[in-house]
């Protein structure tokens, strides 16, 4: 029997052992959902065609997935629906599975256990509603190891001042990464940047949510101080306030996506630095504001992490710094 109950802010739904978030505040709508969840149980085991399951699929996660993260999924599993053909769901077996990820050994193992568990989260949906067979057969196929404590690298100034040579015909771009350099920005966060954000009466911008739906990473809202190179970056821009809401837009005036990730990538490979790209430059901004005394709950609290455990992995200090620190140390006894 399904039955729906309020948690918090939202309606849930109950079928059995089944618990599932019906996302939304009005209880009319709940109940419809949950009507849809009835008469899609009662589909029969093996009608049910491997693309109409994405499709639903992606259609059911859409509202609780951030769009880069949607789009990365519909990606993922539009190239399974390739490789396996449009076949009956409950055809898809182990099989296809492993021919799929044999396709992908190319990734780092980081990747391919993304890519691995999207198709997993895939059969585990069909299986909470009745289209598959019982047992998700991604579980037969073993997660990669990933390599742990190995975070980028942060940015020398020699390879700063590459990456600025690279990019110095894109203005937008080399203002943007110098931004991040030194306000330690995620690039999502560069990209949505909006003159609304902006408050140079205390010398700082705001990252928070936008009425165009986006959202920082954990929802949090948070003020970012920023030194004298990026407020000059800010004020020289204003100029072109009035042709866009956003500080950083693309050639149309609007919001930039995939197309500043992979010209970053490209610029840092040319520049001679494997592996580079934005987020190289949070990394960068950590080490550099722990080497200039900052207190590492100051650089959290700008950067937006949750705890320092996991800002520590930022940080890549020197071995200049650290003779200074020994150098330091007090003489006791």
Not at 38 to 64: D, F, M, N, Q
Not at 266 to 292: D, L, S
Request: proline share 3%; aromatic share 8%.
């Amino acid at each position: 029997m399904t039955t729906i109950y309020a948690r918090g802010k939202t309606y849930w739904l109950r079928d059995g052992k089944h618990r599932e978030s019906l996302k939304t505040k009005n209880k009319e709508l709940a109940k419809l959902r949950a009507k849809d969840y009835e008469s899609e149980k009662l589909r029969p085991k093996g009608t049910l065609k491997l693309e109409a399951a994405i499709e639903r699929y992606l259609a059911h996660v859409k509202p609780s997935n951030k769009p880069v993260h949607f789009s990365d999924k519909k990606r993922i599993l539009q190239k399974f629906l390739a490789i396996s053909g449009n076949v009956l769901l409950h055809a898809v077996g182990e099989e296809q599975v492993t021919k799929y990820l044999g396709t992908r050994e190319s990734l780092s193992p980081y990747r391919w256990n993304t890519e691995r568990q999207t198709i997993s989260a895939l059969l585990n949906w069909a299986i909470a509603r009745n289209f598959y067979r019982d047992a998700n057969p991604v579980k037969l196929v073993l997660k990669k190891k990933e390599p742990r404590g190995k975070a980028a690298d942060i940015l020398t100034n020699a390879q700063i001042k590459k990456v600025r040579l690279i990019v110095k015909h894109n203005r937008d771009m080399e203002d943007a990464f110098l931004v991040a350099l030194n306000g330690g920005f995620r690039v999502q966060e560069i990209e949505n940047q909006q003159w609304d954000d902006f408050q140079l009466e205390h010398e700082g911008t705001k990252v928070q949510a936008h009425a165009d739906g986006w959202c920082p990473k954990d929802y949090e809202a948070r003020f970012v101080p920023l030194n004298h190179l990026a407020l000059r970056i800010y004020r020289r821009r204003q100029k072109e306030q009035a042709l866009s809401p956003f500080i950083f837009p693309n050639a149309k005036g609007g919001r930039h996506e995939k197309d500043w990730v992979t010209a970053m990538s490209r610029a840092m490979r040319r520049a001679g630095i494997a592996h580079g790209g934005w987020h190289r430059t949070r990394h960068t901004f950590a080490t550099r504001a722990v080497e200039n005394g900052m207190d590492l709950e100051s650089i959290r609290i700008i950067m937006g992490i949750s705890d320092t455990k996991t800002l520590l992995k930022y940080v890549h200090v020197s071995d200049d710094y650290r003779e200074r620190v020994r150098k330091r140390l007090p003489r006791i006894g």
